[in-house]
């Protein structure tokens, strides 16, 4: 079965635009490896915890698909999603991004420049916060919040073993934006294999 899902996305990839793409294998079709439910109950807590809508969290990357598109370490494009792969959670809340991007703000603005803060500004200028790129100072509550909802999501096995993470992103086309490149990406590798 996961061989005729990654045949079928294979051959769309090259025949369909970027935008049926996403429809179809993105934002219709359910997660590869989380059961409906928990797919389901995933978004909900994720929505919960940000104070977002259910609709702005979407699963996405290899959990989605069952396999991952952009060549990784170790991973060609098209491996199938495994033991050491993790969930990947969108949200899509410019109310979020928003808040986020105010409290980092305002903590430069009182503290400065954190390790991280020129890799937050080039994301920033994609419409995409990464909670790795936030600072890291514990006078700056979101992240140790952040890691320590995922880490117990993850801990509490519901959704498998694995690693569960996140970003958020300012609005859909930013989103979007974002997948057409990791489409871009799968094609190149099947066209030109290393």
Do not use: N
């Not at 994301?123 to 140790?144: I, N, Q």
């Not at 094609?187 to 294999?193: G, K, L, S, V, Y």
């Amino acid at each position: 079965m996961e061989r005729e899902v990654e045949d079928e996305f294979t051959k769309a990839l090259f025949e369909l635009d970027h935008q049926t793409l996403l429809d179809r294998y993105f934002y219709t079709r359910p997660a590869a490896v989380l059961a409906p439910e928990q797919e389901a109950g995933l978004r909900r807590e994720v929505a919960k915890f940000f104070h977002v809508a259910m609709r702005d969290v979407i699963i996405t990357g290899s959990a989605k698909l069952g396999f991952t598109l952009v060549p990784k370490k170790g991973r060609p494009a098209m491996s199938p999603f495994g033991d050491t792969s993790d969930i990947d959670v969108t949200i899509i809340s410019s109310e979020l991004f928003l808040q986020l991007w105010r409290e980092a703000f305002a903590f430069a603005e009182e503290r400065g420049d954190w390790s991280s803060v020129e890799d937050f500004r080039a994301y920033l200028m994609k419409g995409w916060l990464r909670p790795d790129k936030l600072p890291t100072d514990p006078g700056f509550s979101w992240s140790r919040e952040w890691f320590d909802f995922f880490r117990q999501l993850q801990r509490s096995g519901k959704f498998g073993r694995y690693k569960i993470t996140a970003g958020v992103y300012y609005d859909e086309a930013f989103w979007e934006a974002y997948a057409r490149s990791s489409l871009d990406k799968c094609r190149d590798a099947i066209e030109r294999p290393l």
